[in-house]
């Protein structure tokens, strides 16, 4: 682990992290930047999970009345597969580049709150093997990500697993809101004297807003989930319908927290391609004021449009329309983003680098998932197409087309700063161009599958006329991403067994964590550099044209 911070010959600080001694010092670190590595460590552990557990499901569903798992044991891990990458792996990889880059960013050396920021990351590991251990204790949590009650309640679900579920989530959800509160305090109290919050990085201005969107989300799972354990432990009645409860409660608390929490994983990813797109590009950000304000917009409206998930409840007409144009109205400072990018990306210097790549594919992909999903706000085609693979396509493709292409966009793009490293450009491509064919080819025929009636969450399915076709291209799409994620791990792994070679701004960008050592030393800055723009090292590398404008 000591791979990823410089230790000066002559420090005295932390001596023993060049003896044995160093990995115990990890587990007791408070360093903003050990802590963030380990969360991206933690997301890379759980995205191998999940991807077997993906490609357990798609060997299941390659050909109708499979038999190759039980029935039981498929919705376990279809409930585990939705459960991981929601919350162990996007949750902690953004959090993690955050924890790392967001103090380098604005010119600081820690976070607020040190000890907070390491309670954050142990309690989210500790709810993540939690709901893993439920596999040993009885079985896992079998009600889909979203746990939708009666199917949550004992008379359903008696198993442990659910009670699990429920534990786990409320750790991680302490876990988020820990990070939270370190982001925004960090940011408001800890800033260069020279830097106000007009100047800041944009991933740093998105993860900021992002916190507030977590204060105000998570503690209304962590309400449900308590409510919900109580019916379980204590035979309560909040959700149970035949003991005068609502079961439609718990989706009210579910998705009034599962909508925002769409726009807490996206906005950190729009952060970090609003961080590649102008250095690929050599441009500044293309309209930086509305990237920014976009982002107030889209963390307002997220607390709208969470009905619109309910279309197929049966609510009156009225209801149905007002959440209809609410979710119609949110699709629009978000696409005014992509119009920013793009317009970021015009008649610009264009350098196609891995991290770049990974730009480009997401502004295709997320761009087809965000128009499947104003598709949904239409309320007649919702209720069509919900619980149907349409809705399952619709969802990966804002999910993985949006977010994790982001965070493979960002691990590119950073890696170097925190290792010290550069990944290999050849296996990069490799991993890219097999993903991204892989994930198209997975998910794009999808949507037809939906619309043709193929429903989702189901075990197997008849052999009727080209489902099967469908879904054996679908998971031979998967295999593609398998070995896509297998040549980054064997890039990641043969990358760190070389010694440091990387420059301390090997692309040549614009924010601060370039100015510091790759890696940075355990302060992050000696001095910090006078800060007069929203590009402080080109005015450093150009003082004969500073860009003293705000762009």
Known sequence: MSLFINIPEDSEQLPSLKTGQGK?????????????????????????????????????????????ISPELYNQIFTMHGITMIFLVAMPALVGFATYFLPLMIGANEMAFPRLNAFGFWITLMGGFLMYFSFFAGGAPNAGWFNYVPLSENNYSSAPGVDYYIIGLILTGIGSISAALNFITTTLTLRSPDIKLNMVPLFVWMVFINGFLILAAFPLLNAGLFMLLIDRQFDAHFFIPSSGGSAIL????????????????????????????????????????????????????AYSVWLHHMFAVGYSNTVNSFFAISSMLIGIPTGLKVINWIGTMYKGSIQLTVPMLFVVAFLIDF???????????????????????????????????????SIFAGLYYWFPKMSGRMLSAKLGKWHFWLFVIGFNLTFLIQHILGIIGMPRRIYTYPDLPNWELMNVLSS???????AGMVILFWNLYTTLKKPRSAPEDPWDAWTLEWHTPSPPDLKNFGEIPRVYSRRPLWDLKHPDKPDKRLN
């Open 24 to 68: 115990l010092l990890w587990i007791a670190s408070v360093d903003h930047k050990q802590i963030g590595i380990m969360y991206l460590w933690l997301a890379l552990f759980f995205f191998v999970v999940g991807g077997l557990e993906a490609m357990l499901i798609r060997a299941q569903l390659a050909i109708p009345e499979n038999t190759l």
């Open 476 to 482: 031979i799409g998967a295999v593609f991403m398998f």
């Open 250 to 301: 718990w989706q009210h608390f579910f998705w009034a927290f599962g909508h925002p929490e769409v726009y807490i994983m996206a906005l950190p990813a729009f952060g970090i391609i609003s961080e590649v797109v102008p250095v690929f590009s050599r441009k500044p950000i293309f309209g930086y004021k509305f990237v920014a304000v976009s982002s107030i917009a889209i963390a307002l409206l």
């Open 367 to 405: 761009t087809i998932g965000g128009l499947s999903g104003v598709s949904f706000a239409i309320v007649p085609i919702d209720w069509q197409l919900t619980d149907t693979y349409y809705l399952v396509a619709h969802l990966h493709y804002v999910f993985v087309g949006g977010v994790i292409f």
